[in-house]
């Protein structure tokens, strides 16, 4: 990853590029103490060039957030990635290190105090890191409940694939939300079709530790109907060894970073 600093009336901007993983961590605290040392204590953090961020990097930012602060000073995130941004909020770091849509905006917020909420679908990325990519193990339950799209075209059982967005992982199994997709079920129907005892083969991704799809096959435990949707829970019966040891991970991961929130926040 690459760090240049942009010098502002009172504060600094931080532009990243690359990859931010735990190599640069010490690289980033340095250039923030650097900054804090010369008597510039406000800092924002442009991180639209940074495509992968991990734990330990989260962890980073809430320390040079801390020692910012430390010296009356204040750190804010500038034009996220879809990568980043999508990691930020699923652990809600954003609570504590706001994000703003625009440099010019971050610098305002750094003295104001004031965050902008971005509208709907300005950071939609055309792949979600929260998808949940499922597909019953029986091809029957799609024949009979996925017979058409709305076009009116047929779907071949063995081409099938819903897509779901992850709501909780750990190494039992994982929970998430389903709105149909262009099956126009209603919320009846879905849970029909993904009945507790449902065998699925399953593809999620682990965002703060391994790029790509992982691969598991779980059985429906939990179904919960809604007005948009389902709520799934499954059980992994088919997981292998590394898979399973980086879901264990990407689960203490989170777990470190909402317990570190927790005594930034004081919540």
């Not at 750190?75 to 990635?81: I, N």
């Not at 190494?171 to 919320?187: M, S, V, Y």
């Not at 389902?230 to 909402?258: E, H």
């Amino acid at each position: 990853m690459h760090i240049s600093v942009e010098h502002g009336d009172n504060y600094a901007t931080l532009h990243l590029r690359g990859e931010f993983d735990t190599y640069y961590c010490k690289k980033l605290q340095e250039e923030i103490d650097a900054l804090a040392e010369g008597g510039v204590p406000h800092v924002v953090l442009n991180l639209r060039l940074v495509k992968f961020i991990n734990s330990t990097a989260l962890g980073a930012i809430i320390k040079a957030s801390k020692s910012l602060a430390a010296r009356d000073g204040r750190l804010v995130l500038s034009r996220p990635s879809s990568f980043c941004r999508d990691i930020i909020e699923k652990v809600g770091l954003d609570r504590v290190v706001p994000i703003f849509d625009s440099d010019e905006e971050a610098a305002a917020g750094l003295f104001a105090g004031k965050q902008k909420t971005a509208k709907a679908g300005e950071h939609a990325q055309d792949e979600d890191e929260s998808s949940v990519l499922f597909t019953p193990v029986d091809e029957k339950r799609i024949e009979h409940f996925v017979k058409a799209t709305p076009r009116g075209k047929a779907v071949p059982p063995a081409h099938w694939t819903g897509v779901g967005r992850m709501s909780s992982l750990d190494e039992h199994g994982l929970r998430f939300n389903w709105n149909g997709g262009e099956t126009a079920l209603e919320p009846f129907a879905m849970g029909q079709l993904l009945a507790i005892g449902t065998e699925l083969k399953v593809k999620f991704r682990l965002p703060l530790f391994k790029h790509g799809y992982c691969d598991a096959v779980a059985t429906v435990s939990e179904v919960e109907e809604r007005g948009d949707g389902v709520k799934i829970g499954a059980a992994f019966t088919q997981i292998d060894d590394k898979t399973l040891a980086a879901v264990r991970q990407y689960a203490a991961d989170l777990k470190f970073l909402k317990d570190e929130l927790r005594k930034a926040t004081g919540r």
